[in-house]
């Protein structure tokens, strides 16, 4: 399978058969000096936005390499997004939720630091500077978990959010709230399998942190008009139940 590399920035009109797409600066220089790509090989090179094209590398120097595209591709954004919004967990088990989200298809991640949340990137001894390399961080763990599932699109992620922003997604006819938690009466696969006569613009999936939601965050989503439901009869870990949930919904919607 072709390795992919991006090129941020780049006009989809560059992508086009017969087109040469150069790949310059940090990508390129890992690109030449770890994946050890040389001229000859095929790969993929995209934008993260949706346009990918297919290759031989033509010329490759110390901080750029060049691809002429015998094919290209242009994948328009979803009609409906599929939301995660992550509470924030110990070690690295927030990271490997947005690293399996990404590989299943995710659109957009949002942190959250849930009442429970161990890990917290705000409060006492904690300035502005914490959050915005917690945000960095997760964009590059997306943007290499994309590039090793050679997706067209990376995923948005967002800055973090609060539980009144949440109820306020709740709140919006437009969106589906859905809170994974095992005090829910239904099932996600069977909530799901009438989601496609729905008008709805956006699924986000909510998941708490290792203690899970508390009594007042269960409440106050529910009131805003979130629904409450399970995966299963068993109870997956913070880093694995989004990811489960999204794989039922990418059935459940003709995406698997």
Not at 14 to 41: D, N, Q, S, T
Not at 186 to 210: C, H, K, N, Q, Y
Not at 225 to 240: E, N, P, Q, Y
Request: glycine share 10%; hydrophobic share 45%.
């Amino acid at each position: 399978m072709a390795n992919l590399y991006y090129g941020e920035g780049l006009a989809p009109e560059a992508f086009a058969p017969g087109a040469l797409v150069e790949i310059a600066g940090e990508e390129a220089r890992h690109a030449l000096r770890v994946a050890r790509l040389r001229a000859g090989e095929r790969i993929l090179v995209g934008n993260g936005e949706g346009a990918l094209g297919e290759g031989v590398v033509e010329s490759a120097a110390k901080d750029r390499f060049a691809v002429r595209l015998d094919g290209a591709t242009h994948a328009t954004a979803p009609a409906l997004t599929l939301t995660l919004v992550q509470a924030l967990a110990k070690g690295d088990r927030d990271e490997r939720a947005v690293e399996q989200a990404t590989e299943f298809g995710i659109d957009r991640i949002l942190p959250w630091e849930a009442e429970r949340s161990v890990s917290r990137w705000s409060g006492r001894g904690s300035g502005p500077e914490k959050a915005e390399k917690g945000v960095e961080k997760w964009r590059r763990i997306a943007r290499e978990a994309s590039k090793q599932s050679l997706r067209a699109r990376v995923p948005e992620v967002g800055t973090p959010v609060d539980l009144a922003e949440l109820c306020e997604f709740a709140a919006n006819s437009d969106h589906a709230v859905v809170v994974l938690h095992p005090r829910g009466e239904r099932r996600l696969s069977e909530w799901a399998a009438g989601l496609r006569a729905t008008e709805v613009s956006d699924v986000t999936l909510v998941v708490g942190p290792e203690g899970g939601l508390s009594d007042p965050e269960l409440e106050r989503l529910s009131a805003a008009g979130a629904v409450i439901l399970l995966l299963g009869d068993t109870v997956l870990r913070t880093s694995s139940a989004g990811p489960a949930g999204i794989a039922v919904l990418n059935a459940a919607l003709g995406r698997w």
